[in-house]
């Protein structure tokens, strides 16, 4: 649609074929550059269709409409379309008890389908301590709907997460991160949006981790910690609130990806023998960060010896492709392998080098042609060519798996880590929500 | 002494973003009346369906436009829109020559 616009931009007639599935993404695509009338024309064929029959038949059922869509006069909405109705936000929107909120939230498409914690007032106000930024701050405009990012909607958007007050610099810094992404194939909008269901994956690093209450040990990534659940969760709904992603209208993810419910790690610095994962980016030790990316999967494995060859022959035999890549390793093999002069360009280097596939078997992938031969079947070739795709981090408590989150993230060199800025008062906020922990039971 | 229970109520405020009204841009340029002897330009993707698409399009215009040309574009990078690629002048170079242009494939 984008590209249909910048046509009629520059003074050529454009007509966009699209996939009738999705008709709702291009009446959002048109109307958020401004250009309602951009014509567009469904076919029955999926986008990834490689069935000569099924495009054929899907185009001829549609060539007379795109036909006419070429050379059909212009009509006057299309010369001059009526702007929307200004949307009327009002700051109150509903009064009710528990249930009729949840239900009236989750009516306007406002939650996760979770039960959400009521912005109201009070507790709105009261997440704002954890920033010193007053509540009009306005940060940017977010993609697609480039709805304006107030530090009190994100405010907003925490409580319904059911955010504590110090999440809030880890909130604001995360946010930031969406909003300098780029557009296009590596930047978050592309990534919220995509048929491939990317998932925000947030890594934090620094004193914050701890102070916050992050779970960066045992079962780092499964619930049980409001910090790492919360986190996740408000991100997801600033991404749904203020950017205006929304599943099946913009996100067009064809499964889904439960990791969009929440999927914030901590660096589990204390156990790692390695220096943090933001010190690789020019930050220090004693910062504090929050790290992007876009992984689709997640997967998880058992090397079969705990010497340095069974751990990376492990993990060698388990990289598949993607774009950026993080392997996550458990204090114990990360002990192992530091003490054996292994440090993480080692690591990134060896899986470079011995991560490979065959040749044929990559190109069948990215192939447009698919009658692509192949005369070079016995080469292989690396999966991840640049180490800089590659992320080694070290979280998770005692045992031997190891995980991979593999997928997307920002193009090299763009802004992917950001520094979490603390309020004043931090440490005196810190203490009145720092006692906000699980206490089990033991049976 | 029976007391009645209150259910209590809570005023709440709205997640939803503000965004700034943008006034729509309308549609300026004539569409020609017949395809006959005109530069058709077909744009496509790296979606799969995209160039197979247009080949098909492109056939049943030669049908009926016997005299009708045709200029292909394939685009620079991956879900990028063009103008925001390394090949904007490229591309506009391109569409100087054309007189309408289909785009495959959208999703």
Same mark, same amino acid.
């Given at each position: 649609?984008?590209?249909?616009?910048?046509?009629?931009?520059?003074?050529?007639?454009?007509?966009?074929?699209?996939?009738?599935?999705?008709?709702?993404?291009?009446?959002?695509?048109?109307?958020?550059?401004?250009?309602?009338?951009?014509?567009?024309?469904?076919?029955?064929?999926?986008?990834?269709?490689?069935?000569?029959?099924?495009?054929?038949?899907?185009?001829?059922?549609?060539?007379?409409?795109?036909?006419?869509?070429?050379?059909?006069?212009?009509?006057?909405?299309?010369?001059?379309?009526?702007?929307?109705?200004?949307?009327?936000?009002?700051?109150?929107?509903?009064?009710?008890?528990?249930?009729?909120?949840?239900?009236?939230?989750?009516?306007?498409?406002?939650?996760?389908?979770?039960?959400?914690?009521?912005?109201?007032?009070?507790?709105?106000?009261?997440?704002?301590?954890?920033?010193?930024?007053?509540?009009?701050?306005?940060?940017?405009?977010?993609?697609?709907?480039?709805?304006?990012?107030?530090?009190?909607?994100?405010?907003?958007?925490?409580?319904?997460?059911?955010?504590?007050?110090?999440?809030?610099?880890?909130?604001?810094?995360?946010?930031?991160?969406?909003?300098?992404?780029?557009?296009?194939?590596?930047?978050?909008?592309?990534?919220?949006?995509?048929?491939?269901?990317?998932?925000?994956?947030?890594?934090?690093?620094?004193?914050?981790?701890?102070?916050?209450?992050?779970?960066?040990?045992?079962?780092?990534?499964?619930?049980?910690?409001?910090?790492?659940?919360?986190?996740?969760?408000?991100?997801?709904?600033?991404?749904?609130?203020?950017?205006?992603?929304?599943?099946?209208?913009?996100?067009?993810?064809?499964?889904?990806?439960?990791?969009?419910?929440?999927?914030?790690?901590?660096?589990?610095?204390?156990?790692?023998?390695?220096?943090?994962?933001?010190?690789?980016?020019?930050?220090?030790?004693?910062?504090?960060?929050?790290?992007?990316?876009?992984?689709?999967?997640?997967?998880?494995?058992?090397?079969?010896?705990?010497?340095?060859?069974?751990?990376?022959?492990?993990?060698?035999?388990?990289?598949?492709?993607?774009?950026?890549?993080?392997?996550?390793?458990?204090?114990?093999?990360?002990?192992?392998?530091?003490?054996?002069?292994?440090?993480?360009?080692?690591?990134?280097?060896?899986?470079?080098?011995?991560?490979?596939?065959?040749?044929?078997?990559?190109?069948?992938?990215?192939?447009?042609?698919?009658?692509?031969?192949?005369?070079?079947?016995?080469?292989?070739?690396?999966?991840?060519?640049?180490?800089?795709?590659?992320?080694?981090?070290?979280?998770?408590?005692?045992?031997?798996?190891?995980?991979?989150?593999?997928?997307?993230?920002?193009?090299?060199?763009?802004?992917?880590?950001?520094?979490?800025?603390?309020?004043?008062?931090?440490?005196?906020?810190?203490?009145?929500?720092?006692?906000?922990?699980?206490?089990?039971?033991?049976? | 002494?029976?007391?009645?229970?209150?259910?209590?109520?809570?005023?709440?405020?709205?997640?939803?973003?503000?965004?700034?009204?943008?006034?729509? %841009?309308?549609? #300026?340029? =004539?569409?020609?009346? /017949?395809?006959?002897? &005109?530069?058709?330009?077909?744009?496509?993707?790296?979606?799969?369906?995209?160039?197979?698409?247009?080949?098909?399009?492109?056939?049943?215009?030669?049908?009926?436009?016997?005299?009708?040309?045709?200029?292909?574009?394939?685009?620079? %990078?991956?879900? #990028?829109? =063009?103008?925001?690629? /390394?090949?904007?002048? &490229?591309?506009?170079?391109?569409?100087?020559?054309?007189?309408?242009?289909?785009?495959?494939?959208?999703?």
């Amino acid at each position: 649609m984008y590209d249909a616009i910048s046509a009629e931009e520059r003074g050529i007639p454009a007509v966009a074929i699209i996939s009738d599935g999705f008709l709702e993404d291009a009446r959002s695509a048109s109307s958020s550059r401004a250009m309602p009338g951009v014509r567009y024309v469904p076919t029955t064929v999926p986008p990834e269709s490689t069935l000569k029959d099924v495009i054929e038949a899907g185009v001829l059922a549609a060539v007379d409409d795109i036909l006419k869509a070429a050379v059909a006069p212009l009509t006057a909405p299309e010369r001059s379309p009526q702007p929307k109705p200004t949307e009327k936000i009002t700051r109150i929107v509903f009064k009710g008890d528990l249930d009729e909120v949840n239900r009236f939230y989750y009516g306007r498409g406002w939650t996760d389908g979770f039960p959400i914690i009521p912005p109201t007032e009070e507790k709105v106000a009261e997440m704002l301590t954890g920033t010193d930024l007053p509540p009009d701050t306005l940060l940017g405009k977010l993609i697609p709907r480039l709805g304006k990012v107030t530090v009190e909607k994100i405010a907003v958007n925490a409580v319904m997460a059911g955010a504590l007050p110090t999440y809030m610099p880890v909130l604001i810094a995360a946010t930031r991160l969406l909003l300098n992404s780029e557009m296009g194939f590596l930047g978050f909008c592309t990534f919220g949006v995509s048929t491939g269901s990317w998932s925000p994956f947030w890594v934090i690093n620094g004193p914050i981790r701890n102070e916050i209450n992050l779970n960066s040990s045992s079962g780092t990534l499964s619930p049980g910690n409001i910090a790492n659940a919360a986190i996740g969760r408000a991100m997801g709904l600033i991404i749904k609130n203020i950017g205006g992603i929304r599943k099946g209208i913009e996100d067009m993810g064809v499964m889904g990806n439960p990791m969009k419910y929440t999927m914030v790690m901590a660096e589990n610095e204390e156990a790692s023998p390695w220096e943090p994962l933001h010190t690789e980016y020019g930050l220090k030790k004693g910062d504090n960060s929050v790290m992007i990316s876009f992984p689709q999967s997640y997967i998880q494995h058992y090397p079969p010896s705990s010497d340095p060859e069974g751990i990376m022959r492990s993990v060698v035999n388990n990289i598949v492709p993607g774009m950026v890549y993080t392997v996550v390793f458990p204090p114990v093999h990360a002990k192992t392998l530091a003490s054996l002069g292994w440090t993480k360009q080692d690591i990134k280097d060896y899986i470079c080098k011995n991560a490979r596939m065959d040749a044929n078997r990559q190109r069948s992938m990215i192939s447009r042609d698919t009658s692509e031969s192949n005369e070079n079947k016995e080469n292989s070739v690396p999966i991840i060519r640049d180490p800089r795709t590659l992320r080694i981090l070290v979280a998770g408590g005692p045992g031997a798996f190891i995980a991979h989150a593999i997928g997307g993230g920002p193009t090299q060199g763009k802004t992917e880590i950001g520094k979490i800025e603390l309020p004043s008062g931090w440490d005196k906020l810190v203490k009145k929500y720092r006692n906000i922990v699980p206490n089990y039971v033991r049976y | 002494m029976n007391q009645k229970k209150v259910t209590p109520l809570y005023e709440v405020i709205s997640p939803w973003a503000e965004a700034d009204p943008v006034p729509p %841009r309308g549609l #300026t340029v =004539e569409r020609p009346t /017949d395809l006959n002897g &005109k530069t058709i330009g077909l744009f496509h993707i790296w979606k799969r369906a995209s160039k197979p698409i247009l080949e098909v399009m492109e056939r049943e215009l030669k049908k009926r436009f016997p005299a009708a040309r045709f200029s292909w574009y394939t685009e620079s %990078r991956m879900n #990028t829109p =063009e103008i925001e690629s /390394d090949n904007i002048a &490229k591309y506009e170079a391109w569409l100087k020559g054309l007189d309408t242009v289909l785009f495959a494939y959208g999703d």
